[in-house]
């Protein structure tokens, strides 16, 4: 009960991405007051911006929730259309540009072009670049920063933690081995990261007679009826497993 063929995500919220935290709502709030904190707001406030203008609201939001969701403001808070001119009033000045060390060509070429739509390519190397420097100027403190931390507390204990939250992450996962081990299940998370690590050498151009032995050996240890690590599966799935090897 409950199988289901979707894979889960091979990624836990424990070990986000840059990319990831602007794109979630949790996870951007604690970076915000990290970024707050070392000066950095406006230039996190532009690349929201940029993102608003190219048409990519946060998590299928309207325009804006980033921002708000922060509780940073930016010119999208209001109430009038985000547009290039006021993105480059506030945060494309003389001072800003001297203190992000923004490419002076760059800047120009955003502001001097005259259509009002992000599909020309001064938005796009505006915000890598903007996200380059939050990456190489604050990304590595703020994982070792108190506000990752809180953030990983809220994750766990938010209602919402899911197993590939603990099993892609190496601290959560041995925690989660240890009670396992103290359950009698250690096997279980063990058969895991075997299955997992055999799936993932497979190649194209992979042996298929060894791949075929070392999918013998696993089933061997773990789902066979002479199984030394038994984890206790049907006939069905047995039978299955066996007709996928051979």
């Known amino acids: 009960d409950g199988y289901t063929d979707t894979p889960p995500p091979q990624r836990s919220r424990l070990s986000i991405t840059l990319s990831e935290v602007l794109h979630d709502r949790m996870a951007l709030l604690y970076f915000s007051q990290f970024v707050e904190l070392r000066g950095y707001s406006l230039l996190l406030n532009l690349w929201l911006d940029l993102q608003v203008l190219r048409g990519q609201s946060l998590n299928g939001a309207g325009d804006g929730v980033g921002e708000r969701t922060c509780g940073l403001r930016s010119v999208s808070d209001s109430v009038t259309p985000l547009t290039r001119q006021k993105v480059c009033q506030?945060?494309?000045?003389?001072?800003?540009?001297?203190?992000?060390?923004?490419?002076?060509?760059?800047?120009?070429?955003?502001?001097?072009?005259k259509q009002e739509?992000?599909?020309?390519?001064?938005?796009?190397?505006?915000?890598?670049?903007?996200?380059?420097?939050?990456?190489?100027?604050l990304w590595h403190d703020f994982l070792r920063s108190e506000f990752f931390s809180k953030f990983q507390v809220e994750?766990?204990?938010?209602?919402?933690?899911t197993l590939s939250d603990i099993l892609y992450h190496s601290a959560a996962l041995n925690a989660f081995t240890e009670f396992l081990d103290q359950e009698g299940c250690r096997s279980v998370v063990e058969f895991w990261l075997t299955a997992t690590a055999f799936q993932s050498q497979l190649r194209p151009d992979s042996d298929p007679t060894a791949s075929q032995n070392e999918a013998i050996n696993i089933y061997d240890k773990y789902l066979s009826l002479q199984a030394t690590c038994p984890l206790g599966v049907d006939d069905v799935t047995r039978c299955e497993v066996e007709h996928r090897i051979c």
């Open 117 to 137: 739509t992000a599909d020309d390519p001064a938005f796009q190397q505006l915000q890598d670049f903007v996200y380059q420097t939050m990456r190489r100027e």
């Open 90 to 113: 506030r945060y494309l000045t003389e001072d800003l540009v001297q203190r992000y060390r923004f490419p002076e060509d760059l800047c120009a070429r955003f502001e001097a072009a």
């Open 155 to 161: 994750v766990l204990t938010s209602g919402g933690v």
